[in-house]
Structure formats: structure tokens, C-alpha cells
């Protein structure tokens, strides 16, 4: 499961941009991926960390949850602080939000139910995910935009894009639209580039800079739920690795008696 956490998450990072937690954490629910934010205190001092975990089709968790630090700080906390602000400049110097705002705003003008609104914008491949509340009103929405590679909530495209504004829209509703918090969504499979060499080889695009894999202390102290111990290895001697590494601990012991014994020959001199 790490495995494939660690390949959704940065295929999410490389494609899309977002610029706030709630936009990436709506992106990666998508893909049936969670993500948490913990902050704290421990011992009079702040820390902050980031939790992955997978969920069902449905929104359900399964497994356990995986700190960042266990699959890399390019996914970590401050680095997706870094993330966010790179995104944020790139949009604004690319104008990357119009292509969602005019399509949204052209399908909002043909349309009066979230079901109609929906399957004509995906024709747009752009996704829509509105959040309700147990009332049935809206008080939420976000577009992930396939085509320009953006999330971007609805308050960020204009005033007349935020939820308060689709709940006054909308006039028809049924029961399907009432409760998909996180709908299941058909979207396009992401892979990465294959040019993912060289000094910054995991988020492409983003010109390389060292501070960026920084992590906050103190990831490690952060708790979590009780990984089951796990059973002792027991090497496979018809295993090309197995071979190897028995060598290399017969080869390192080797050593350390020919430094013994020149050692000694020293004290006798």
C-alpha cells in the first residue's frame, strides 16, 4: 500500500496544482487517497506533520495510516507548504484559472439541477465535487480542472462560483445529489513523466532548490496508530540478494580481524 500511496500522491503533485490544503486534500480523495494535517505541541515545543492513508470508493479509511516522513519529505509538511506558493505563482502568471472559470460559467447558464451541472462540465473534463451538509444545503464546491491542471475552489474563480451562490441555483435536486460529499468520479489514469532523473527527480517542474526536502521537526514524534511487528526475515539461500549480502557481513568481519591484528602489531613494535 505504501508503494502505491507514494505513486498516487506525487503523480497528484506533478500534474495538479493547488494552493491550500483543502484544494489537495479534495484532489486526492478523488484518487481514493487521505490526508491529515496533525499540529501540536510536545515537550513546549511546536511540531506539525502529514498522515496518508487509503480509503474505499465509498470514503471509507482501510489500513494504516503513513506518516510522510515513511514514504519522503518531498510530500511532507513544510514541503507542501513550499508547494502550495509555487502553485500559487504559476497560476497567476499563467492565468491557469480561466479556462475553469468560463466553462463553469457557461455551464451554469444551461443548467438548473447538480446532476445536469455536473455530467455537462465533465464533458469539459473538469470534476466537480459539492459538499453538503445533513440539511441538503450546499456549502462547498471545488473544480478539478483535468484539462488546465488546476483544483481550485469555487470562491477562487469569483463571487458567483462560491456555494452560496449554487444553492441559489439550483432549483431541482435529487436524491443522488443530496449525499456525495466525495462522489466516485471516472477521470483520466496518471502516470509520471518518464524524464524523472537527475538532482530533483521526484516532483518535476519545480526548479530544484535543497531547502525543499526540509522536514519539521519532529515528524517522528508525532503519534500514531500501532504498526503490527513484523516477523523476523529468514533469508532465502537460493536468493541472489541473500548470497550477497552473507558475503558483504563475511567480508566486513574479515576486516575488522586484519585491523585487530595490525593493531596488535603495533603495540609489539
Known amino acids: 500500500m505504501k508503494q502505491q500511496l507514494s505513486s498516487g500522491i506525487r503523480s497528484c503533485l506533478h500534474r495538479y496544482k493547488c494552493v491550500s490544503f483543502g484544494e489537495l486534500r479534495t484532489l486526492l480523495e478523488l484518487f481514493n487517497i487521505s490526508i491529515e494535517e496533525r499540529c501540536g505541541t510536545i515537550e513546549g515545543r511546536d511540531y506539525a506533520g502529514i498522515i496518508y492513508g487509503a480509503l474505499t470508493d465509498d470514503g471509507q479509511r482501510i489500513g494504516t495510516p503513513i506518516k510522510s516522513s515513511r514514504i519522503g519529505q518531498d510530500v511532507?509538511?513544510?514541503?507542501?507548504?513550499?508547494?502550495?506558493?509555487?502553485?500559487?505563482?504559476?497560476?497567476?502568471?499563467?492565468?491557469?484559472?480561466?479556462?475553469?472559470?468560463?466553462?463553469?460559467?457557461?455551464?451554469?447558464?444551461?443548467?438548473?439541477?447538480?446532476?445536469?451541472?455536473?455530467?455537462?462540465?465533465?464533458?469539459?473534463?473538469?470534476?466537480?465535487?459539492?459538499?453538503i451538509n445533513d440539511a441538503g444545503r450546499i456549502y462547498g464546491v471545488t473544480f478539478i480542472d483535468h484539462e488546465s491542471g488546476v483544483v481550485a475552489n469555487g470562491s477562487r474563480l469569483g463571487k458567483e462560483f462560491s456555494a452560496n451562490s449554487f444553492e441559489q441555483h439550483f432549483t431541482e435536486r435529487d436524491s443522488i445529489d443530496r449525499v456525495p460529499a466525495v462522489p466516485v468520479l471516472e477521470v483520466p489514469h496518471v502516470e509520471l513523466p518518464d524524464d524523472t532523473t537527475g538532482e530533483y527527480p521526484l516532483i518535476p517542474g519545480i526548479d530544484f532548490d535543497p531547502d525543499f526536502y526540509e522536514d519539521i521537526w519532529p515528524d517522528e514524534e508525532v503519534v500514531y496508530?500501532?504498526?503490527?511487528?513484523?516477523?523476523?526475515?529468514?533469508?532465502?539461500?537460493?536468493?541472489?540478494?541473500?548470497?550477497?549480502?552473507?558475503?558483504?557481513?563475511?567480508?566486513d568481519e574479515e576486516y575488522q580481524q586484519q585491523r585487530r591484528r595490525r593493531r596488535r602489531r603495533k603495540r609489539h613494535r
Open 76 to 131: 511532507g509538511y513544510k514541503a507542501l507548504k513550499r508547494y502550495y506558493e509555487r502553485c500559487a505563482v504559476k497560476i497567476k502568471e499563467q492565468e491557469l484559472y480561466s479556462h475553469t472559470r468560463d466553462a463553469v460559467a457557461g455551464v451554469m447558464k444551461a443548467t438548473t439541477s447538480m446532476t445536469e451541472f455536473r455530467e455537462l462540465l465533465r464533458t469539459e473534463r473538469i470534476d466537480t465535487v459539492f459538499r
Open 225 to 251: 496508530e500501532e504498526e503490527q511487528p513484523r516477523e523476523k526475515r529468514i533469508p532465502n539461500p537460493n536468493s541472489l540478494f541473500d548470497i550477497l549480502d552473507n558475503n558483504r557481513g563475511a567480508a
